[in-house]
């Protein structure tokens, strides 16, 4: 049993960076397959495939590495929510990353999406992570 699997998602995907692995393999739920689809639509990684094949499935993630220099397109994956202390964010006051250079994903009632899609859908919602 996991009690944060947000955090176990993200450590899976910075562990597999480390190790300099191409794809990494994680147990999926709604909430991550929905991050895993926006940090592929912001190039962060480079494909994936969800594999519903056992009873939760699986997300097989392939990560993104610069050809030249082996350095990964995911500087930092830092979890800003956590299960013990929450962190909402309005609509007028949502968090910018690296002052705009990276993304904060958020949850909000219009589903997952960056801080600058909320901006524009004028939402706030729940910041789950920052990356860059």
């Known amino acids: ?14 562990n597999a960076i480390k190790a300099n692995h191409r794809v990494v393999e994680i147990p999926a739920s709604n909430l991550k397959k929905e991050i895993t689809k926006v940090l592929y639509n912001k190039g962060y990684i480079q494909s994936y495939r969800f594999d519903d094949s056992t009873v939760q499935g699986t997300i097989k993630i392939a990560l993104k590495y610069n050809p030249l220099t082996r350095q990964s397109a995911i500087m930092s994956l830092e ?3 956590k299960p013990g202390l929450r962190k909402y964010a309005a609509a007028d006051s ?20 960056t801080d600058k899609e909320a901006r524009t859908e004028n939402v706030g919602g729940e910041v789950l992570c920052y990356v860059y």
Do not use: C, E, H, W
């Open 1 to 14: 049993m996991n009690t944060d699997p947000i955090a176990d998602y993200l450590t899976r995907v910075r």
């Open 79 to 81: 979890r800003v929510s």
């Open 94 to 113: 949502l968090p910018r990353v690296l002052n705009g250079l990276g993304i904060a994903v958020l949850s909000t009632s219009k589903g997952v999406m």
